[in-house]
């Protein structure tokens, strides 16, 4: 009964860990693609204003929140930030997340 017991524990531990190694490598990939935003938007000049006066529908609190790696956002986003920054979307698409 313990080592039964001892064995759904170790798998649980296990799943727990895996969980939250998933978590942080989305995190991580927020964060990295953010930064790059940031660089697409302050190597064109553009504040996080005109980002939202070139777009449709972004706010420049999902701005933010984007280039501050702290949004999951939908393709229609994507779309819009691009539009925004006058880039397509490949090209803001076009990051190594390996580095």
Do not use: C, W, Y
């Amino acid at each position: 009964m313990l080592q039964v017991l001892v064995t759904i524990i170790t798998q649980l531990i296990t799943h727990f860990v895996k969980t939250v190694i998933i978590i942080m490598e989305k995190e991580q990939i927020l964060k990295k693609f953010g930064e790059h935003i940031k660089r697409i938007r302050e190597s064109a000049d553009l504040s996080q204003d005109d980002v939202v006066l070139n777009g449709n529908r972004i706010t420049k609190a999902t701005v933010s929140d984007i280039e501050n790696g702290k949004r999951n956002f939908s393709f229609t986003t994507l779309i819009d930030l691009a539009k925004g920054l006058g880039k397509t979307p490949k090209e803001l698409l076009d990051i190594d997340l390996e580095k």
